[in-house]
């Protein structure tokens, strides 16, 4: 109650008082350009299909001997630390849902081709309804706008409620709890490359399961973005 009494608040106080940098709160819109420019980029070397730092090769360990991954590729254009982290936060915890547009936008120019379809990684309707939105959707539906890409919400859903997943958790615990949580539908995905959206990707267990969904429903492949890696 006090959450959605501050959130409530807030989203008045934003419409009386319009845009400040979420980062440095200084007037004129959600992200300043020296913030932006300041945001930690996920540069170095990177497995070419999941994004996790390597250090020689172009492929990390677990991509090499995983052949079920379900996803072409993984993007992100920063990593989960300082000002990307506080938008991540702020975006999904704060009620800024306005700061979708220029995270999806960020996110937009970091996407090298196009695809199909953006669509969303979904989230269970119990939490969508307790958050009132879904931060993936905010950023793929700016991203989709900003790259004359089309966007589809409700292409994926998620079927069964999953607890969060933890950073420390193993990798295969976290596969295991994410597989099966998600379906998506014939009708809006099948014949379509698909661009799948979230706010943060860590080990891609979460993406993985999503985009076997997808494939499942008969998108002709996956490839995914997030703002941030985490690691
Ligand atoms: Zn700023
Ligand atoms: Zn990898």
Redesign the pocket.
Known sequence: MVNLLERTSRAALDLLFPAR?A??R?AGSM??N??TDMLPIADGARCQRCWTPVTRRSVCVYCRVDNEIAYTTIRAPFILEEGARTLVHALKYEGMSALGEPMGALMAASVGTSADLVVPVPLHRGRQRSRGYNQAAMLGRHLALAAGLAFDARAATRIRATKPLARTMHRDERHDIVAGAFAATSARVEGRSILLVDDVVTTGATLGACATALLHAGATSVRCVTFARAG
């Open positions: 940098c980062l440095c200084s992200l300043c020296a913030c």
